[in-house]
């Protein structure tokens, strides 16, 4: 067992109230834990203050729930790895079928944390609350927002109303669900969003008001299973512009078992590289496509015929649509197989 579990243990916190739920926070890094000049919101260093002192930055947590940190890293979220997403997967899968644990919450930083929640979203097996949150501000800004972000997301972890809604994100008072929250903004404070979609829901001081859930398959209904994994099959994604180079492709199939094309428009990419995708097929590379634009849908019937030679993506942005083709790659590299994923997930 991962000696990071051997910490929870609610009975030990001084202010434990056997009344409340009981949640553990797996901190990782990000803004949230940044440190800098005092008042200030740059210039600071993220991942820098480990969790006891996150927790005890956010006033009367302890009346919310009961809360246990395990400290999984403290990085800028830029440096998250496959392996970070494995030890959470991994502690979150070991730890969920315990009684005395009732929900989940990361901390992490902003700039990947749409990505570690649709990963997580997918290979989770629990029903129980995770909540990820992170900060635009570091601990030491002036109004920093951290304390807010990370005392509702354990209030929402701490729900039962949260249960089986998958990976959740909470940020700015709003709730997102993991497969479609995206950063919308570099520096706002309410910089998350799930673009067409609005948002699960709201949080109002520790209440949580949801209107919507999504529909899309996820942890226990999800057929990815990655406990035996210590690595996921490598996909690039390539991003198209005009006159883009299709050597660009050639040189992402050596490092590769699978190609995102972050397409023009609703998926589209030019001749040159229409012809290089139908080669990349001869070579058993799938290629999923995706467009640059954030919002809306690509599909097998755009006006050119993509479809032979490459799997649409349906509403995933390619960062997103990339970790789906990594974990389609553990099962299958038949093309209608990895189709359907596109349309379940
Ligand atoms: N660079 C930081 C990170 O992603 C930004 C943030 O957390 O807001 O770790």
């Known amino acids: 067992m991962n000696s990071l579990l051997t910490t929870v243990d609610f009975k030990t916190l001084s202010t434990y109230n056997?009344?409340?739920?009981?949640?553990?926070?797996?901190?990782?890094?990000?803004?949230?834990?940044?440190?800098?000049?005092?008042?200030?919101t740059l210039n600071?260093?993220?991942g820098a203050l480990p969790i006891s002192d996150l927790l005890a930055s956010v006033p009367h947590l302890d009346e919310v729930a009961n809360c246990a940190g395990i400290?999984?890293?403290?990085?800028?979220?830029?440096?998250?790895?496959v392996s970070h997403w494995l030890t959470l997967a991994s502690i979150i899968n070991s730890l969920a079928g315990r009684d005395d644990i009732h929900g989940f919450v990361?901390?992490?930083?902003?700039?990947?944390?749409?990505?570690?929640?649709?990963?997580?979203?997918?290979v989770l097996k629990t029903d129980k609350p995770v909540i990820?949150?992170?900060?635009?501000?570091?601990?030491?800004?002036?109004?920093?927002?951290?304390p807010l972000n990370l005392y509702q997301s354990v209030a929402l972890a701490a729900n039962p109303e949260a249960c089986g809604m998958g990976v959740m994100v909470v940020f700015a008072e709003g709730i997102y669900s993991g497969r479609d929250v995206q950063k919308v903004n570099t520096f706002k404070a309410n910089a998350f969003d799930e673009r067409d979609f609005g948002c699960l829901g709201y949080m109002r001081d520790s209440e949580a008001f949801f209107?919507?859930?999504?529909?899309?398959?996820?942890?226990?209904?999800?057929?990815?299973?990655?406990?035996?994994?210590?690595?996921?099959?490598?996909?690039?994604v390539a991003y198209f512009h005009v006159d883009a180079n299709p050597g660009i492709l050639d040189y992402l199939a050596t490092l590769s078992q699978g190609i995102i094309i972050a397409g023009a428009g609703g998926g589209i990419y030019s001749k040159s590289w229409i012809d290089k995708v139908g080669e990349?097929?001869?070579?058993?590379?799938?290629?999923?496509?995706c467009s640059r634009i954030s919002s809306g849908i690509t599909l097998k019937d755009a006006y050119i015929d993509l479809s032979s030679n490459s799997i649409p993506c349906n509403s995933l942005v390619p960062q997103k649509a990339r970790i789906l083709l990594s974990l389609a790659l553990t099962q299958t590299k038949d093309y209608d197989r990895i189709a359907a994923m596109y349309n379940e997930y």
């Open 18 to 40: 056997p009344e409340l739920k009981n949640v553990v926070i797996l901190a990782t890094g990000g803004t949230i834990a940044g440190s800098g000049e005092a008042h200030k």
């Open 71 to 81: 400290q999984v890293s403290n990085l800028c979220s830029a440096d998250i790895t």
């Open 132 to 146: 990820i949150t992170g900060s635009m501000r570091p601990a030491t800004a002036i109004s920093a927002d951290g």
């Open 44 to 46: 600071y260093e993220p």
């Open 106 to 122: 990361i901390t992490h930083g902003t700039d990947t944390l749409d990505e570690t929640s649709y990963f997580l979203n997918l």
């Open 211 to 236: 209107y919507t859930r999504t529909l899309k398959k996820h942890t226990t209904a999800a057929q990815f299973d990655v406990s035996a994994l210590s690595s996921l099959p490598e996909v690039s």
């Open 280 to 289: 990349l097929k001869q070579s058993n590379i799938p290629v999923v496509r």
